[in-house]
């Protein structure tokens, strides 16, 4: 069977290698362009997160539905959030660095510090589809870090009712991040 423009999707869901070897062919652009937008400053991340990106759309392709967003929209979606996320690798694997292992020379501050800014915005874009209460809940606990007792005492909420608009806060940004090209694998 010929893979085409027409059944590339359906095929990519039986799990027809040939499929992705026509996302490769004919959809990478779209990746590419992304990544260079998010990752232009860590060049070294690039091929692994686009080996990554790929094999998002490979596993999470049941995900995909036509009504809610384009196949481009989609694939951009994972490229988007996938890059994010090896931005925070990076400023996480630069924090773990033992400070006499490292000189950290100016340039190198700068793009830690852009690529902060960067992971900061795209953060606050995401939280900014919750309400204010909401918004300052997630900023407290995936942030700040801090324990479910501590908010719930700061906020002046129970344990139970933090929980549910956890969880119904979770459930909004998933549909959310679906709607605009996301998807809802891996912890998204």
Same mark, same amino acid.
């Given at each position: 069977?010929?893979?085409?423009?027409?059944?590339?999707?359906?095929?990519?869901?039986?799990?027809?290698?040939?499929?992705?070897?026509?996302?490769?062919?004919?959809?990478?652009?779209?990746?590419?362009?992304?990544?260079?937008?998010?990752?232009?400053?860590?060049?070294?991340?690039?091929?692994?997160?686009?080996?990554?990106?790929?094999?998002? +759309?490979?596993?999470?392709?049941? &995900?995909?539905n036509?009504? %809610?967003?384009?196949?481009?929209?989609?694939?951009g $979606? !994972?490229? @988007?959030?996938k890059?994010?996320?090896?931005?925070?690798?990076?400023?996480?694997?630069?924090e773990?660095?033992?400070?006499?292992?490292?000189?950290?020379?100016?340039?190198?501050?700068?793009?830690?510090?852009?690529?902060?800014?960067?992971?900061?915005?795209?953060?606050?874009k995401?939280?900014?589809?919750?309400p204010?209460?909401?918004? +300052?809940?997630?900023?407290?606990? &995936?942030?700040?870090?801090? %324990?479910?007792?501590?908010?719930?005492?700061?906020? $002046? !909420?129970? @344990?139970?009712v933090?929980?549910?608009?956890?969880?119904?806060?979770?459930?909004?940004?998933?549909?959310?991040?679906?709607?605009?090209?996301?998807?809802?694998?891996?912890g998204?």
């Amino acid at each position: 069977m010929k893979i085409t423009e027409h059944n590339f999707i359906d095929e990519l869901k039986k799990g027809n290698e040939r499929a992705l070897e026509y996302v490769i062919d004919n959809h990478t652009w779209i990746i590419k362009t992304v990544l260079k937008k998010h990752l232009y400053n860590l060049m070294d991340f690039y091929e692994e997160c686009m080996n990554d990106c790929l094999l998002a +759309i490979w596993e999470n392709i049941h &995900y995909y539905n036509p009504q %809610k967003s384009t196949f481009k929209n989609w694939v951009g $979606g !994972i490229a @988007k959030y996938k890059s994010i996320d090896y931005m925070r690798k990076y400023l996480k694997n630069m924090e773990n660095k033992n400070i006499e292992e490292v000189i950290i020379a100016v340039e190198d501050q700068t793009h830690r510090e852009i690529i902060a800014n960067e992971v900061r915005e795209e953060t606050e874009k995401i939280l900014s589809n919750l309400p204010e209460k909401d918004r +300052i809940i997630f900023k407290k606990l &995936y942030l700040q870090d801090e %324990k479910i007792d501590e908010v719930s005492q700061d906020m $002046g !909420i129970s @344990k139970s009712v933090l929980y549910n608009r956890v969880s119904r806060g979770k459930k909004r940004l998933r549909d959310k991040i679906n709607m605009q090209g996301g998807y809802k694998g891996e912890g998204y």
